[in-house]
């Protein structure tokens, strides 16, 4: 995946680790770091399997935000169409689904928890099944207007963090820090292959390839808010580089922005 090519202003990040304070401690500048007049948001935007979610769960412990997986809210609309037999063909049928459900993420960042109309469904929204439905119900332009809403809706409490293919460019264009996560599909399929088979999947590397290279062209070519970079995102290739660095840089990225 790359960056966007329409954007010449693209951001590359180079700088390496220093000791960091959290950006309660210093003042905002409210024209360019705020979304509200009081909560600050961090957008981490790739493709799957491009570190954001160990990223954002990171970052959001270090300061003390809040940590929003967008991608389980599309996940649970996706099982909820699949669960009420609705097609993933019938958009308008999809999107009413989507505005009527009831979807919340609770728990710190390491403990998410999906609730699906009171039903938890941390653990139903990441089998393949409802993987796919994810991908399909997020190209309806209406799903994902629904979906942007409670996103919103979701992050009025404090700073956020949240991870997704849209954050910087459409949910949260005035974020306060955006990043844009990618690495080569074979780093990616490994990451993946690891997490599916802590959870008993018997998948193969390749297997995985397949299915991330499905998803990847259904996000980036879908016309609805494509994954793309946006063009003040700063781009941090994830291919050769421990997370652990990765999140440092953004910790220090957050620091020289507060
Ligand atoms: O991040 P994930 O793999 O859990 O996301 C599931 C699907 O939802 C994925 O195919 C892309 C889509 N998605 C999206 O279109 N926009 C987002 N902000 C987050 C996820």
């Not at 990765?246 to 220090?252: A, N, T, Y």
């Amino acid at each position: 995946m790359k960056p966007n090519p329409d954007s010449d202003d693209d951001e590359v990040m180079t700088t390496h680790n220093s000791a960091h304070r959290t950006p309660h401690s210093a003042p905002h500048t409210p024209h360019t770091a705020l979304r509200t007049p009081h909560f600050p948001a961090v957008a981490i935007d790739g493709p799957s399997g491009s570190g954001k979610s160990t990223v954002g769960k990171a970052i959001a412990r270090a300061l003390g935000y809040l940590y929003i997986d967008s991608g389980a809210v599309y996940r649970a609309v996706g099982l909820k169409a699949l669960e009420t037999d609705t097609s993933l063909e019938d958009s308008h049928a999809v999107a009413a689904l989507a505005k009527e459900a009831s979807i919340k993420l609770e728990g710190d960042p390491d403990h998410l928890r999906v609730f699906l109309d009171g039903r938890d469904v941390t653990d139903d929204i990441r089998l393949p099944h409802a993987s796919r439905a994810s991908s399909v119900v997020a190209t309806i332009p209406e799903v994902r207007e629904a979906v942007v809403k409670k996103l919103r809706e979701m992050s009025h409490e404090r700073g956020v963090v949240m991870d997704g293919r849209d954050i910087g460019t459409k949910v949260f264009p005035d974020a306060l820090v955006k990043i844009f996560l990618d690495a080569s599909i074979n780093v990616r399929a490994r990451r993946r292959c690891e997490e599916e088979r802590e959870r008993g999947r018997d998948v193969t590397v390749e297997q995985i390839g397949v299915e991330l290279e499905e998803r990847d062209r259904r996000d980036t070519e879908r016309a609805a808010t494509p994954l793309v970079k946006a063009a003040d995102a700063i781009f941090i290739d994830t291919s050769d580089m421990p997370l652990d660095r990765v999140i440092d840089q953004v910790l220090e990225i957050i620091m020289t922005r507060s």
